[in-house]
């Protein structure tokens, strides 16, 4: 029988030891929510040996080298599964530690033991007061959903401005004037750090029972995909330093049949329900083009530490400059987006798929510049594919933290 590549298992777990099989505590690994694994069996670099020859055909035998390679992942990016509300202690999510691992910031809730709040009073497009004493669960820069009606059970992002006692004001316009008791939930903020550390290791499984190699010493990218009418995606292709069969792992894997698991998190979210503001960053205007599909890539970029004292010569990784960029794909109107490359407008994204508690996700890029507007056919219509580069987000009085300074931030 030949095995079937749509049939496998990805589990990962952050590294205690740099490149060192962590199986032998096999509850570490925890499942990967994934639609695609592309990945390397036992094939290290193989090192030609130039010995002169003393007859044409007489080559040496290449040597084995390093066993560096990639690891491709890719699946649905979903949201927390969970309504952050008043009552509700925010919990990291699978998906959300991955990403916090390669991108290197987390925040929900401010801290406090519970999140989300009720709108109290003082409501308006750009700002609320919520319920007494809760102000301190909301942080400036955090991604947040207001309930578009008291009782409505759907929501619509917004990024807090400011914070003053129980006052926030909003750096993007609502799209509604929230009511008094409406719902102000909280989620699972990933933003980028200017210095992540540590590494993953990934456990990959195959339905032949011979295929499961343990792939350490990991880190690498990420990049997200938007496109209407379809789920959300994330995909990362990870650096391996190291990789063993599983007839050399602490806990083999190949003796029984692959388990039956379950991924945390919501349901795939679609992008059907949800919004793309794309307008200029220096007021708060809600606008919102027709966008038809949307990419991100934040630019993360990493550089092995080389060292003969390491794994497979190497020694770790660090984050070395990278550029996020989006694009946009958005119906041909006027020269709006040609005017703003030549004024060198500053714009801002704010996305959001689905409008639900339990099923949302918002990505929010404070600062771009659009870089190009090219012709697109799109199914015979005129169509724009705008580029944009991501900035510093420098709307915040303050500039202390990542967090305050993010070129971007994802809410699950």
């Avoid at 789920?231 to 039956?260: L, W």
């Avoid at 989006?326 to 490359?341: F, G, N, V």
Wanted: hydrophobic share 40%; net charge negative.
């Amino acid at each position: 029988m030949v095995a079937r590549r749509g049939i496998s298992r990805v589990r990962w777990a952050l590294e205690t030891a740099w490149a060192t099989d962590g199986t032998g505590t096999i509850g570490n690994f925890t499942d990967v929510r994934h639609d695609s694994v592309e990945y390397g069996r036992a094939n290290p670099e193989m090192i030609d040996n130039m010995i002169l020859r003393p007859k044409r055909v007489l080559a040496a035998l290449a040597e084995p080298g390093k066993k560096n390679g990639t690891l491709t992942i890719s699946g649905d990016l979903v949201a927390s599964g969970v309504a952050q509300d008043a009552s509700t202690s925010a919990t990291k999510t699978n998906i959300a530690k991955i990403i916090e691992q390669i991108a290197g910031g987390y925040t929900a809730g401010a801290g406090a033991t519970t999140t989300g709040s009720l709108v109290a009073s003082g409501a308006s497009t750009t700002g609320i007061t919520v319920t007494g004493t809760q102000g301190p669960r909301f942080q400036e820069g955090l991604i947040i959903w207001v309930e578009t009606a008291s009782g409505s059970g759907l929501y619509q992002p917004t990024v807090i401005d400011t914070v003053s006692t129980d006052a926030l004001t909003f750096a993007i316009a609502l799209s509604f004037t929230p009511a008094v008791g409406a719902k102000v939930l909280n989620c699972l903020n990933l933003y980028e750090t200017d210095q992540p550390t540590g590494t993953v290791q990934w456990l990959v499984e195959g339905e032949d029972r011979d295929n499961i190699f343990l792939y350490m010493g990991c880190q690498g990218s990420l990049g997200f995909t938007f496109e209407a009418g379809k789920p959300v995606k994330y995909t990362t292709q990870q650096m391996t330093t190291e990789y063993v069969h599983d007839d050399e792992i602490a806990t083999p894997q190949g003796g029984s049949a692959m388990s039956i698991w379950t991924p945390d998190g919501s349901t795939p979210v679609i992008w059907v329900k949800g919004s793309c503001v794309f307008a200029p960053a220096a007021a708060t205007t809600r606008v919102t083009p027709s966008v038809a599909a949307f990419t991100f890539d934040p630019g993360i970029a990493w550089q092995e530490v080389t060292s003969v004292n390491g794994v497979e010569t190497r020694g770790g990784f660090e984050r070395v400059t990278g550029q996020p960029t989006a694009t946009l794909l958005i119906p041909h109107s006027d020269e709006t987006y040609k005017d703003a490359i030549s004024a060198q407008t500053v714009y801002r994204v704010l996305l959001a798929a689905g409008n639900t508690a339990t099923k949302k996700i918002a990505l929010h890029l404070p600062r771009v510049q659009i870089l190009s507007a090219v012709p697109q056919d799109r199914n015979g219509l005129d169509y724009d594919l705008v580029t944009v580069r991501c900035l510093a987000n420098d709307g915040l009085t303050d500039q202390s933290t990542d967090l305050l300074r993010y070129p971007w931030g994802l809410g699950l």
